[in-house]
T-cell receptor
Framework: DTAVSQTPKYLVTQMGNDKSIKCEQN?????MYWYKQDSKKFLKIMFS???????INETVPNRFSPKSPDKAHLNLHINSLELGDSAVYFC??????????????FGPGTRLTVT | GQNIDQPTEMTATEGAIVQINCTYQ??????LFWYQQHAGEAPTFLSY????GLEEKGRFSSFLSRSKGYSYLLLKELQMKDSASYLC?????????????FGAGTRLAVHP
């Protein structure tokens, strides 16, 4: 059973379109994240939700809107896609408490290509 | 601000030992994590250090010196499957919450 899953794995779309990426975790974790990994392989946090509540919102264009319907799901919707949005987007989750509270489990990634 | 530095690339021979260094300058430091990422795959957790010293986990060990802002990941008995990127990440408190800030990663190539 996959711990953190994302769909789709690949997404090719044109500039100006709107697209969504879905993420689900079956680990029972309270906290979920979205990261962006660009072509230079920098992995940068975008958003974090704890029990459906937004707790981290880094400097991300407001074309990006996360939504967490429940603590097992965190989706990412992107409006008016731009060329610079091309990257791999990773979803991750972590438990809330304990010494490894911030050990994060990553999904397989969604490779977004904007043409 | 924060700054995390690690070498871009390293090469090593199968069976050897390699040390990947990471230096950081951050405020609100709460710990240091190492992740492994194979090409085209997700990062996977390797180790973390909160206090100074060495943490050993099989063939992998990680060291931290908080006063020096320095960590290293030591890989022993290298295998071909260890060819991957190794990401150093600082766990820090900033803006009212904790978060992981990743370095750019060190691409390790293990050859026969």
């Amino acid at each position: 059973d996959t711990a953190v899953s994302q769909t789709p794995k690949y997404l090719v779309t044109q500039m100006g379109n709107d697209k969504s990426i879905k993420c689900e975790q079956n680990l029972g974790h309270d906290t979920m994240y979205w990261y962006k990994q660009d072509s230079k392989k920098f992995l940068k946090i975008m958003f974090s939700y704890n029990n459906k509540e937004l707790i981290i919102n880094e400097t991300v264009p407001n074309r990006f809107s996360p939504k967490s319907p429940d603590k097992a799901h965190l989706n990412l919707h992107i409006n008016s896609l731009e060329l610079g949005d091309s990257a791999v987007y990773f979803c991750a989750s972590s438990p809330l408490s304990g010494v490894t509270a911030y050990e994060q489990y990553f999904g397989p990634g969604t490779r977004l290509t904007v043409t | 601000g924060q700054n995390i530095d690690q070498p871009t690339e390293m090469t090593a021979t199968e069976g050897a030992i390699v040390q990947i260094n990471c230096t950081y300058q951050t405020s609100g430091f709460n710990g240091l994590f190492w992740y492994q990422q194979h090409a085209g795959e997700a990062p996977t957790f390797l180790s973390y250090n909160v206090l100074d010293g060495l943490e050993e986990k099989g063939r992998f060990s990680s060291f931290l010196s908080r006063s020096k802002g320095y960590s290293y990941l030591l890989l022993k008995e290298l295998q071909m499957k260890d060819s991957a990127s190794y990401l150093c990440a600082v766990f820090m408190f900033s803006g009212g919450y904790n978060k992981l800030i990743f370095g750019a990663g060190t691409r390790l190539a293990v050859h026969p």
